[in-house]
């Protein structure tokens, strides 16, 4: 470039090929992209709301209404739409629910800043107001929460069916409810009077086949495999576990060694020494007082058949993760060299038997010496229905566990919503400028919940929100819209419960993304590197 108006050289900072879009042109754009992410989903918020079928591009197939596994199964390319999609992610990861809810409201937020900002006012203000408002809106809705203790069994059970009424699985909602419930007892820890709850304590194990009523909790943990030798105990009860993570066979070296064997004598010797090693590792074993043996590695014929012979209950290549569970579960050590193992590595448990599930088998081990870790064994017609039972009780677990950590929940079906709206519009008059323009849209956008729960369950969305508004301004503040009854009611009654941590999320997460994505009035894109197609290798030597 020679000859610029004031005869200076430009300064090129950009790459050749660089694409820019600035001013409203990038914030209309931006706005655009995440919304139709936010739109794509909404149709999916509530009891009433219709599922999506994703396919992949494998051809796997996945049907679902779960905004978390849309937006992680979806190929989202515009850089604004994947901020949404974080939104989600980010809510799934700290609360575990309220994921269409997140995402639905960070599209409300933009489209109202989309109006705004086509009244002139400016994305600055807008952002800024809407950090006000949010704040506010986190007040109150905290104010808003209702103390619920641990020990109120109906309400954990409300908490976890309300998170399930928008999944697929309808009729046994209340079977999973009371696992969720029961599991997250069992591994909630109380410290200084307050609980917490590691979700690791849970192991969930899928198996196709069955019926969905077959789930179950079991108080331990379940391996995937049997015990190696069918002759060996099929159930041990009073187990005495010991866990190794090598395994009962002859090493064999790395280094390719060759033995020179020259006579017959020779030959006996050495098998009696193999037979020898492997007879003392079950000796140990044995005298250690072990009538379980779980092996990360293999067990040889010869180790199973005297394993067999001490009625010994023996699983080979159990994962390294298991292991560990039952280590955990059962107070023993896991023990790499089995000559040093003694009666303080074992591990506890009352049961530990073989049982056939679907057309294989399982080793349970049930009553663990330390019952914080508890396994749920999904169980399904089809491959998809197991994946959606595992869904609906990922969110119920994680629900129930949010209040155990917390102790406070709000009512669903929109009515905190509806009630955060109508106080920050009494708010946004308390401000002077254009930023209370920007509070009172944030107000209004909050209604998106539950004008979509109405407009997904078929009802008519303008009745129902004024109904609700007309509910709320009578101090009714639990009143939400209930779309199993179709009628404006008090959730409180009708059981529609939530923990106040999914709203408190969903709440700062959309907002956070809908400042970002209003401040951006640049984009520079650098242009894409084509990777070349990687050259097909050649074969390796020896492949000749
Ligand atoms: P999310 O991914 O946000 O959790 P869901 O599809 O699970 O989305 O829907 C959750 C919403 O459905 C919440 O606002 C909840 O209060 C609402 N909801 C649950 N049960 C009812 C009901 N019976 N009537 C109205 N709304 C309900
Ligand atoms: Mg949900």
């Excluded at 042109?25 to 918020?45: V, W």
Aim: proline fraction near 3%; charged fraction near 25%; include cysteine.
């Amino acid at each position: 470039m020679i000859g610029s108006p004031n005869g200076q050289i430009p300064v090129l900072v950009l790459r050749e090929g660089t694409v820019r879009e600035k001013g409203k042109s990038a914030q209309q754009n931006n706005i655009a992209a995440a919304r139709a992410i936010a739109d794509a989903i909404r149709t999916t918020l509530g009891p009433k709301g219709m599922d999506k079928m994703l396919i992949n591009a494998t051809g796997d197939v996945t049907i679902t209404n779960d905004g978390a596994t849309i937006v992680k199964e979806i190929e989202i390319q515009h850089p604004a739409a994947k901020m949404i999609a974080e939104v989600a992610k980010t809510q799934d990861e700290q609360v575990g629910d309220g994921t269409t809810t997140a995402v639905v409201l960070a599209g409300e937020f933009l489209k109202s800043a989309e109006d705004l900002i086509d009244e002139n006012v400016h994305s600055t203000v807008i952002a800024s107001g809407y950090r006000l408002a949010s704040n506010k809106a986190l007040e109150y809705l905290q104010s808003l929460g209702i103390s619920v203790s641990v020990n109120d069994e109906q309400t954990l059970l409300d908490i976890a069916k309300t998170s399930m009424s928008s999944k697929g699985v309808g009729e046994v909602k209340e079977h999973l409810a009371k696992i969720a419930v029961k599991a997250i007892s069992r591994i909630a820890e109380k410290t200084d009077g307050k609980y917490t709850v590691d979700m690791d304590n849970i192991q969930v194990v899928k198996k196709e086949g069955g019926s969905i009523e077959d789930t179950m909790l079991i108080d331990g943990i379940i391996l995937e495999q049997e015990p190696v030798n069918p002759q060996m105990p099929q159930e041990v009860k009073d187990a005495k576990i010991a866990l190794i993570s090598s395994g009962l066979e002859i090493k064999k070296t790395e280094v390719e060694a060759k033995i020179q064997i020259t006579s017959p004598q020779q030959l006996q010797a050495f098998l009696a020494e193999e037979e020898n090693t492997l007879k003392k590792m079950v000796e140990n074993i044995k005298s250690a007082g072990a009538n379980v043996v779980l092996c990360q590695k293999g067990i040889d014929d010869l180790a199973q058949y005297y394993l067999t012979k001490e009625k010994i209950y023996a699983v080979r290549r159990v994962k390294e993760s298991d292991l560990e569970k039952v280590a955990k579960a059962t107070g023993g050590n896991i023990i790499a060299k089995i000559d040093e193992i003694s009666d303080k590595d074992l591990g506890h448990a009352k049961v530990v038997e073989n049982r056939k599930i679907a057309d294989g088998h399982m080793t349970f081990i049930s009553g663990a010496k330390n019952a914080k870790a508890v396994s749920i064994l999904i169980r399904g017609g089809t491959e998809h229905v197991v994946s959606e039972v595992d869904r609906s009780l990922n969110d119920a677990l994680r629900v129930v566990a949010d209040v155990f950590e917390d102790g406070k929940i709000t009512p669903g079906g929109g009515a905190t919503a509806i009630e955060l709206a109508m106080r920050l519009r009494d708010f946004s008059n308390t401000i002077s400028g254009r930023e209370q323009l920007a509070v009172e849209r944030f107000a209004n956008a909050l209604e998106v919940i539950p004008r979509t729960l109405a407009e997904n369950a078929g009802l008519d969305p303008i009745n129902t929100i004024v109904d609700l508004r007309k509910e709320h301004k009578n101090g009714k503040s639990t009143y939400g819209i209930d779309v199993i009854t179709g009628k404006v009611e008090d959730m409180k009654n009708n059981r529609v419960l939530e923990p106040l941590r999914v709203g408190m999320q969903a709440i700062s997460s959309a907002t956070d993304a809908a400042i970002m994505i209003l401040r951006i009035d640049d984009i520079i894109a650098s242009k894409r590197v084509e990777t070349p197609p990687k050259m097909k290798e050649s074969p390796g030597f020896g492949e000749y």
